[in-house]
C-alpha cells in the first residue's frame, strides 16, 4: 500500500517536471515545393513568449539552421545526400528602439534594421522557397527533407564543454522531416 502511494507520488513528480520543460520555440511544418527536377522548401520558425520578451528588452539570440535533403532506407539508417547551413542573428537596441537580424548562408551576409520587432522576426524566421537540390544526378529512390534549428548554450567555454561533455552544449535543439517522396524516371510521386 505505501509502495503503491510512493510510485503514484513520483509519477506525479515526474509528469509535473517534465510538463515544464516543454520548449518555447517551434518550426512550422515545412511545405515542399518541385519545380521540374528541383526541389524546394518553405517554413517558419517561432519563439514563444518568453523568448520574445527578453530579444525586445536588448536580448539576443542566434539560431542555426540546417535543411538537409536525405534518401530513405527501410532498414539502414537514412543517406545524407546534401544540405544548406544558415545562420540568422537577432538581437534590439532599446536604446535606438530598433531591432537588426543578420543572415549568412556561408557566401552571403545580409544585416537588416527594423523599427518594428514582430517585422524582424518574420523576415529572419520565415524561409520561402529554399533550393534544395537538384534530382536530375540522384539515383531513383524516395527522399525526404529534414529541417534542424539549433541555438548553443551561452556562457560556456568550448574547452568546458569539451572536458564536461555531460554539460549542455546547446540551448535547443529542433528537427521537422517532410512528407517522403518518390524520385523515379525524371519524375516526383508524393508519398503521403
Do not use: C
Amino acid at each position: 500500500m505505501i509502495l503503491n502511494k510512493f510510485k503514484l507520488y513520483i509519477l506525479l513528480l515526474i509528469s509535473l517536471l517534465l510538463s515544464h520543460t516543454v520548449y518555447a520555440v517551434q518550426i512550422d511544418t515545412p511545405e515542399l515545393r518541385f519545380k521540374s527536377t528541383e526541389v524546394f522548401v518553405s517554413f517558419s520558425f517561432r519563439f514563444g513568449e518568453k523568448e520574445k520578451e527578453i530579444l525586445r528588452k536588448g536580448g539576443e539570440k542566434e539560431v542555426i539552421f540546417y535543411i538537409d535533403l536525405f534518401r530513405y532506407w527501410e532498414v539502414f539508417p537514412d543517406e545524407f545526400i546534401t544540405g544548406l547551413k544558415i545562420i540568422r542573428h537577432v538581437y534590439s537596441d532599446p536604446m535606438k528602439k530598433e531591432f537588426i537580424a543578420t543572415s549568412f548562408d556561408g557566401n552571403i551576409l545580409l544585416q537588416k534594421r527594423f523599427k518594428s520587432f514582430e517585422t524582424m522576426l518574420k523576415w529572419a524566421f520565415n524561409f520561402k522557397d529554399i533550393k534544395v537540390a537538384d534530382l536530375k544526378p540522384l539515383p531513383e529512390a524516395v527522399y525526404f527533407v529534414k529541417i534542424t534549428a539549433e541555438a548553443k548554450a551561452k556562457g560556456i567555454p568550448s574547452i568546458i564543454s569539451e572536458l564536461f561533455f555531460f554539460l549542455p552544449s546547446r540551448e535547443f535543439k529542433l528537427e521537422r522531416k517532410t512528407f517522403y517522396f518518390k524520385w523515379r524516371k525524371g519524375k516526383i510521386e508524393v508519398i503521403k
